[in-house]
């Protein structure tokens, strides 16, 4: 059983930054293709940002040039660069890996 903890959320003002993680225990982690999603507040759960187990990469359109997906497969943690943040980039975020999901971390953009 796939276990995930994501941490890095919190309260940026516009065009800050954040960095979130998600620490995976319990599988192969480099075997597998995982992404990042989000849920705004009354918003349906929207893919933000993937990566394939060799590293290419992909994003929502309206992350694109301000977001970083990366991997460290030696310690089994992806992460979200976040940076030029919005206040609709606020939401709680979500990683999933092997078809699990973690917890959620909150990020609030707000002045």
């Known amino acids: 059983q796939v276990a995930l903890v994501e941490s890095g959320g919190g309260l940026v003002q516009p065009g800050g930054s954040l960095r979130l993680s998600c620490a995976a225990s319990?599988?192969?982690?480099?075997?597998?293709?995982m992404g990042w999603y989000r849920q705004a507040p009354g918003k349906q759960h929207d893919f933000v940002a993937g990566?394939?187990?060799?590293?290419?990469?992909n994003y929502a359109d309206d992350v694109k040039g301000r977001f970083t997906i990366s991997r460290d497969n030696a310690k089994s943690t992806m992460y979200l660069q976040m940076n030029s943040l919005k206040p609709e980039d606020t939401a709680v975020y979500y990683c999933?890996?092997?078809?699990?999901w973690g917890q959620g971390t909150l990020v609030t953009v707000s002045e």
């Open positions: 319990g599988t192969i982690f480099g075997l597998y293709a």
């Open positions: 999933n890996v092997a078809g699990s």
């Open positions: 990566i394939s187990s060799r590293g290419s990469t």
